[in-house]
């Protein structure tokens, strides 16, 4: 409670403090189309894998969903599939690990969304291009992604 007393006014501030709400941002083909055309590139959040593992998990159905919605959307489109890990273990397990995920996604939008492989090329670039810190475990997850390049 935060009280403001004044000679003409008195105020009266209540805050409450509750868990910040999620989920409220929706990745989608348009967001990915906009991303590329401005940048060149888009980090397409959600997409998740088992731990160590190259193994898509259920949860990222939407984000691959999108992306195929994008690319049907746009056929002519071409695109890099890069992977990313963070910086825990060493550099040739980081690079084998990214690239084996990158290849995940460029088979499930083949397989799951009738994407044309020649469109899409998976490539891993291991921990060598973070988007965060590595100290902290915030800053790794920010560094275990997927981004479409446009090629």
Do not use: C, W
Request: glycine residues 10%; charged residues 25%; proline residues 3%.
């Amino acid at each position: 409670v935060a009280i403001a007393v004044g000679q003409n006014f008195t105020d009266v501030h209540v805050i409450e403090v509750k868990p910040m709400e999620t989920g409220k941002v929706a990745l989608d083909a348009a967001a990915l189309g906009k991303g590329l055309d401005a940048r060149g590139f888009v980090v397409v959040d959600g997409i998740y894998f088992d731990t160590d593992k190259a193994t898509l998990q259920a949860q990222s159905g939407p984000a691959l969903q999108e992306m195929g919605k994008l690319l049907a959307a746009r056929p002519d489109l071409r695109v890099f599939v890069v992977g990313h890990t963070d910086s825990q273990g060493s550099l040739a397990h980081n690079l084998k690990l990214s690239e084996d995920r990158a290849k995940a996604v460029v088979e499930a939008l083949a397989n799951q969304h009738n994407v044309n492989r020649d469109r899409l090329a998976g490539h891993g670039v291991g921990p060598l291009a973070p988007q965060d810190s590595n100290a902290s475990e915030d800053g790794r997850a920010k560094n275990r992604r997927v981004v479409l390049v446009l090629r």
